[in-house]
């Protein structure tokens, strides 16, 4: 069986590459997050733009995973590839959607010269974190967090 098409909805340079894919991505994407404004494009523009990049896991012309990412440098991991948002569409899951992103995403880490995979996911989120741990990561620390807006 063929894996299914993954699809850089945007260039390196973080342009839109593929503005028909991002409008198919917001079903989904807003099942990860609701609170996304109701000018969905626009927002991503500006993730885009401040290094945010995205890619959808496609079938049959409909959006089955997205990933949102960035190539991040710190002191205390190297080079890695940080995933903002990571959401197979609910009605399909467990149908190696996410896997398939999953893969790809490490598979793009590597080719970039990345040393590290790292994402946050809230603690609410059992289902995600046991896909996660199947995938072989690991909690490393915690994430704290002050709201000053």
Known sequence: MALPEVIEITAADGALA???????????????RPGLPADYAGRLAEVFANGGRMAVVAEDGAVRALAVWRLIENT??????????LVADEARRSQGFGRRLFDWLQDTARR??????????????????????????HIPSFCF?????
């Open 112 to 137: 970039l010269g990345c040393d590290v995979v790292a994402l946050d996911s809230g603690v609410q989120r059992a289902g995600a974190h046991r896909f996660y741990f199947r995938e072989g990561m």
């Open 76 to 85: 205390y991991e190297g080079r890695r590839l940080y995933v903002d948002d």
């Open 18 to 32: 593929e503005p028909g894919w991002l409008a198919r991505a917001e079903g989904v994407h807003r099942q990860l």
């Open 145 to 149: 967090r002050k709201v000053i807006k």
